[in-house]
């Protein structure tokens, strides 16, 4: 692998979030239309139980989770849908086809096996307080915070999925990947130039710093080269620099990072690497420190 691995630009007038931004967890539209019951919604459902990509995962699609597909599609977002991409014990992620072009659909299972992991995550987090223990709440909660967090890592000049729409429980992004095959992980490939990529990596954990973002999970399985880029994925259960945990969460991410690139032969240290996240960003007048 020869890519150079080139950084995204950052628009220094662009605003990175609302560290305080709330997360309404309330019933959508997808609730509505899976408690009327319309004969539409009734067809629809029916045409997606018996496509064979969908049969085997039969748990994943309650009728709340149909409505959801099925307002994003009468919403023009979908146009057809193709099969899994990956599959996971909170998600499973198909590719479909939108108006413009390929795209990714993320469904979160409404009964997660990790459901406790999930509230460790929320819990602490300023946009979740007061949701309580109810399951749905929680997931729905879980997937509108990832796409909170792919537009606010977006904002600050991370490569991520570009973050496109969302409806209760079903997050829809960009297809990061070629016809018939999706991006390979950093696990996956061969890294020639593990110095550039270790330094792009470093960088866009940097600008999650910044943008008052911790990564939390963020490892060579959920870091992939598409089109000559490196992109983060899996920023579900990104946190707020403000969360209790979030310390302990970038340490294990500088850890996991550092790792994998000292075993590609690139000296990484996990303390400097630490240090380079969180050094205060400069002050752009040069007078830090200066008496008025």
């Not at 990175?16 to 239309?33: C, H, K, L, M």
């Not at 469904?107 to 309580?132: H, K, T, W």
Request: aromatic share 8%.
């Amino acid at each position: 692998m020869t890519e150079e691995y080139g950084l995204l630009e950052v628009d220094a007038d662009e605003p990175v979030g609302d560290e305080w931004e709330n997360i309404d967890v309330a019933d959508t539209e997808a609730d509505r239309i899976a408690r009327k019951q319309d004969r539409e919604f009734l067809e629809f459902r029916k045409r997606i139980k018996d496509t064979e990509q969908f049969k085997v995962e039969a748990s994943v699609f309650d009728d709340a989770t149909l409505g959801a597909l099925y307002k994003l599609v009468q919403d023009g977002y979908i146009d057809a849908f193709g099969g899994p991409i990956s599959t996971g014990k909170e998600a499973n992620v198909y590719t479909a086809l939108g108006p413009d072009s390929e795209i990714a659909v993320k469904v979160y299972r409404i009964n997660a096996s990790d459901f406790r992991q999930m509230r460790d995550y929320l819990d602490g987090d300023p946009r979740f307080e007061g949701i309580g223990s109810d399951k749905k709440k929680v997931v729905v909660a879980w997937t509108k915070k990832e796409f909170a967090n792919l537009k606010r890592a977006q904002r600050a000049g991370v490569r991520v999925p570009e973050p496109i729409a969302i409806e209760r429980n079903v997050l829809v992004m960009e297809y990061l990947g070629g016809e018939n095959r999706r991006a390979k992980r950093l696990s996956e490939v061969d890294v020639e130039n593990p110095k550039t990529a270790f330094e792009v990596v470093r960088e866009y954990m940097r600008r999650l710093y910044r943008a008052g973002l911790v990564h939390g999970d963020l490892s060579e399985y959920n870091i992939v080269v598409h089109d000559g880029e490196l992109c983060l994925l899996d920023l579900g259960q990104a946190i707020t620099v403000n969360h209790p945990n979030s310390r302990e969460f970038l340490e294990r991410d500088c850890h996991n990072v550092a790792a994998f690139f000292a075993r590609q032969g690139f000296n990484a240290d996990e303390t400097a690497l630490l240090d380079a996240v969180t050094e205060p960003e400069p002050d752009p007048t040069g007078d830090a420190g200066r008496e008025a």
